[in-house]
């Protein structure tokens, strides 16, 4: 009955920003660690961006200053904002739960281009 129910993505122009979000549903959300994947075709899955149930987060060398991932634990969502996005940030992107196996929202489209 856990899941994971993702929102946002699109196309955009280089430059430009996207935020996605994730509901979490059927799980005490507030003591969840929390991570954002991306896999572009031919490419396996990465994490781009964690954040733990107490709000401490980490990037992908690639992400780093251009990505913010964050929570909202009074309502059980984790974004992640996406600013400067460049055409290699071209993925679907997922929301994971880290602390629970093989829990991941349905995947968003994230494409960037010109």
């Known amino acids: 009955q856990v899941r994971l129910v993702q929102s946002g993505g699109g196309l955009v122009q280089p430059g430009e920003s996207l935020r996605l979000s994730c509901t979490v549903l059927?799980?005490?959300?507030?003591?969840?660690?929390m991570g954002w994947y991306r896999q572009a075709p031919g490419k396996e899955r990465e994490l781009v961006a964690s954040?733990?149930?107490?709000?401490?987060?980490k990037y992908a060398d690639s992400v780093k200053g251009r990505f913010t991932i964050s929570r909202d634990n009074a309502r059980n969502w984790v974004f992640l904002r996406m600013n400067m996005l460049k055409p290699d940030d071209t993925a679907m992107y997922y929301c994971k739960m880290e602390n629970r196996k093989d829990t991941w929202g349905q995947g968003t489209q994230v494409t960037v281009s010109s």
């Open positions: 954040i733990t149930s107490s709000g401490s987060t």
């Open positions: 059927g799980i005490n959300f507030r003591i969840t660690d």
